[in-house]
T-cell receptor, first 113, second 115 residues
Framework: AQSVTQLDSHVSVSEGTPVLLRCNYSSSYSPSLFWYVQHPNKGLQLLLK??????LVKGINGFEAEFKKSETSFHLTKPSAHMSDAAEYFC???????????FGKGTRLHILP | DAMVIQNPRYQVTQFGKPVTLSCSQTLNHNVMYWYQQKSSQAPKLLFH???????NEADTPDNFQSRRPNTSFCFLDIRSPGLGDAAMYLC??????????????FGPGTRLTVL
């Protein structure tokens, strides 16, 4: 069975400092992993995805994530936070053995001026 | 631009009064999904269509129904809304049914209020 855990429900960083949003997954097979961002009262937008190609994945808006099989992690990072990054972030896992995708509970990112 | 459109963006209904939410897409995707998202929670899949093939999640209440008259449009019908159905409803599309490898494209959502 697959599952995904976002280790922090809230993260606060100052503008211009690095961002780290943590995600661990459990999957019986080779998973596909996604990060989505949701701004208030908006739909979800795909930031990046991992589908068994390069383990370091670059996404939009300067975000990237590294797939680490040994640690079963797919943490999202950004070198320098911007005020517009304040939003909810969802880590999502799927594998070909199950016809489902599983959302993490989300991490709310706060950017301090 | 190709996109997923939801109407209305905000819907207010009364307890027990049927309501229909609308989703349309210009992506020509085979698969369309409806999610329910309550405050500070992750989206919860209600059902999806693969072309005209309807797939209901096991725990989706009978109060929720869906129609897909053609590739572009999909509707969510709530037959007798209760206070617990107040939520954001998200429509999404995907190019294939293989959710493991293809991302979903989300609409902006419809926020439903039940009085």
């Amino acid at each position: 069975a697959q599952s995904v855990t976002q280790l922090d429900s809230h993260v606060s960083v100052s503008e211009g400092t690095p961002v780290l949003l943590r995600c661990n997954y459990s999957s019986s097979y080779s998973p596909s992993l996604f990060w989505y961002v949701q701004h208030p009262n908006k739909g979800l937008q795909l930031l990046l995805k991992y589908t068994s190609a390069a383990t370091l994945v670059k996404g939009i808006n300067g975000f990237e994530a590294e797939f680490k099989k040994s640690e079963t992690s797919f943490h999202l990072t950004k070198p320098s936070a911007h005020m517009s990054d304040a939003a909810e972030y969802f880590c999502v896992v799927s594998d070909s053995s199950e016809d489902k995708i599983i959302f993490g509970k989300g991490t709310r990112l706060h950017i301090l001026p | 631009d190709a996109m997923v459109i939801q109407n209305p963006r905000y819907q207010v209904t009364q307890f027990g009064k049927p309501v229909t939410l609308s989703c349309s897409q210009t992506l020509n995707h085979n698969v369309m999904y409806w999610y329910q998202q309550k405050s500070s929670q992750a989206p919860k899949l209600l059902f999806h269509y693969y072309d005209k093939d309807f797939n209901n999640e096991a725990d989706t209440p009978d109060n929720f129904q869906s129609r897909r008259p053609n590739t572009s449009f999909c509707f969510l019908d709530i037959r007798s809304p209760g206070l617990g159905d107040a939520a954001m409803y998200l429509c999404a599309t995907s190019g294939t049914r293989d959710r493991g490898y293809n991302e979903q494209f989300f609409g902006p959502g419809t926020r439903l209020t039940v009085l």
